[in-house]
């Protein structure tokens, strides 16, 4: 989610796009048909998920795969797939796309419909909710959910007794561990200019009871999310999160929690991982809950994470063998091994309760709840283009250049601006 400079995101993109204009002819060959999978390296040994690729090749010996490690920022994989989408490209067939993605690449018939092998109903009772939603646009499936992620609240237990419910609780408790050690941050979160400032904000706005979508279209300009912009602000002005939250993204938190500096984080699950492993100052010293609310229930977090998509531009052919590498890697046991390998998590139901899954991840296991609370980011094909105005406005409010109300009215005129389109 790191920011790039727009000329590196037109070079990467022509990289990408370099054979859009050579595709393959559009008669079957003979012999077995190749498919390109083209996705983000997954956090950790690669070994273990290209092994779980073999498999596939020795039960398909009909499909060859190739596979294609995209950068690892989301931007610049975005950016990429948006010059090589649009200019027609068909040599790649299965891609790896963000949550936030699947409605605009839908809209602009870039992903093949998946509804007839990946039925809506089937998919809802085998997947989480919001996974199902996210890549549901007029009723059809343009993708297929493969992992998770979801905004949690991360605490030392050596500093505080429990996980605060509240806001209120959250700074009182920060407070009095800031001042047994005045070289503690009380709360660590994400407010530098880029998407996951979003997800903060809209998890604020939601923990005060705030929607930001209403009759399918942006809703920013509401009491609630005033008061969640405020609350987020006053954090820095009342010195409970340092300043540099405002300039900070999930690493540059990550790091000052782990090395034993902050008492709250606000981040992904993959941070767990992190903080457990030898050497980090907070070893044994974690816990994790829910986002804290205004009045005390588990606040949501936003729904993120990776959907499997299919290359409308793909022919019939690739096609087919393409969606069988989708329902491979998307399986019970792709989830499994993606959460002990990974600790990606699933985005089907039945893995949280695999022995596997409980056994060897219990962290994993024990996220179903948060999982089934997680809400995604509005589910809009105008989402995405309105993002980067949406983050300009925020980020203003939170480095305290414009105050919140001014800055959320003049982000809702630019979306309802673009929405008009």
Known sequence: MRAFPSWLLRCASLVLCASCSRGPPRTAPAGPVTIVLRHQPLWGDAAPFHAFLDRFRRENPDVLVRTETLPNASDVAREMFLTALEGGADDFDVFSIDVVWAPEFARAGWLADLSDAFPPARLREEYLDSAVEAVTLDGRIHAVPWFLDVGLLYYRTDLVPRAPRTYAELRDSARAAMERDRRLSGFLWQGRQYEGLNCNVFEAVWGHGGEVLRNGRIALESDEAR?????????????????????SAEE???????????????????????VQKPGSAVRGKVGFAPLPSANGA?????????????????????????????????????AVDLALHYSRIPARRAVYDDPRVRDRAPFIAALLPVALAARPRPVTPYYALASDSIQ?????????????????????RIVRHLEQK
């Open 227 to 247: 008061a969640a912009l405020g609350w987020l602000r006053e954090t820095v002005v009342s010195g409970l999160s340092p300043r540099s939250v405002i300039a």
């Open 298 to 334: 588990a606040g949501p977090g936003t729904l993120g994470g990776w959907q499997l998509a299919v290359n409308a531009h793909a022919p019939p052919w690739r096609r087919r063998a393409a969606e069988r590498l989708v329902a491979f890697l998307t399986s019970h046991e792709a």
């Open 392 to 412: 300009g406005e925020l980020s203003a409010a939170v480095a305290g250049l414009r105050p919140p109300a001014d800055a959320l009215s003049r982000a809702q």
């Open 252 to 274: 540059e938190t990550r790091r000052a929690f782990q090395d034993g500096r902050a008492v709250f984080l606000r981040n992904w699950p993959y941070v767990w991982a992190e």
